[in-house]
């Protein structure tokens, strides 16, 4: 089981500001997906990162896969009260069968 | 709306209760499974299912079984609770082509005390 290793494990900061969670491996992953979770909720899946290098924007959220594939940034600018929660990413076990988690960066923003 | 439901959202039992969580889903996924999640740690596998009659156990060991006798539905037994059992059960389903995302449904709390 490869390991996903996320930081910051924990990050509070005010409305407005700007921040980059990390997601690390020793691993070469053919994807990488970013999760966001709510208190008492599930996670809901953000974005599957697939090329190295690759850029997605997805509002205020930028995500970027490295160039080897072996790790990933999210980028949010401008941090809301809304965008507080856990950001985990996941990525496909070596045998494909199930995604394997990092234990997540928890966000909170506060006004 | 949510495409996988998962019942009870919360549930407190006595040591040694037999119990069952519900997982269903609406999207016709042949793929799913079931996660435990624990403050600070990462999701673990515990079940997983290819399709009808197909369950196999994930990497973290576990006293739970689990069955899959439609494509719909994926409930988790544990047949005599213990408090190591407290913990959130993530149920979740995916396409199953290539890289396919999670649909995760709310979760079960579950407290044995």
């Known amino acids: 089981t490869q390991l996903l290793e996320q930081s910051p494990q924990f990050l509070s900061i005010q409305e407005g500001e700007n921040l980059t969670v990390y997601c690390n491996s020793s691993?070469?992953?053919?994807?990488l997906q970013w999760y966001r979770q709510e208190p008492g909720e599930g996670p809901v899946l953000l974005v599957t990162v697939v090329t190295g290098g690759e850029v997605k924007k997805l509002k205020r959220l930028t995500f970027q896969f490295g160039d080897a594939r072996k790790d990933s940034s999210l980028h949010i600018t401008a941090a809301q009260p809304g965008d507080t929660g856990l950001y985990l990413c996941?990525?496909?076990?070596?045998?494909?069968?199930?995604?394997?988690f990092g234990k997540g960066t928890s966000l909170l923003v506060t006004p | 709306e949510a495409d996988i439901y998962q019942t009870p959202r919360y549930l407190v039992i006595g040591t040694g209760k037999k119990i069952t969580l519900e997982c269903s889903q609406t999207m016709g996924h042949d793929k799913m499974y079931w996660y435990q999640q624990d403050p600070g740690m990462e999701l673990h596998l515990i079940h997983y299912s290819y399709g009808v009659n197909s369950t196999e156990k994930g990497d973290l060991s576990s006293e739970s079984t689990v069955s899959r006798i439609r494509t719909e539905h994926f409930p988790l037994t544990l047949e005599s609770a213990r408090p190591s059992h407290t913990s959130q059960y993530l149920c979740?389903?995916?396409?199953?082509?290539?890289?396919?995302?999670?649909?995760f449904g709310s979760g079960t709390r579950l407290t044995v005390v």
């Open positions: 979740a389903s995916s396409e199953g082509q290539g890289a396919s995302g999670y649909t």
């Open positions: 691993s070469v992953f053919s994807s």
């Open positions: 996941a990525a496909y076990s070596n045998s494909g069968y199930a995604l394997n």
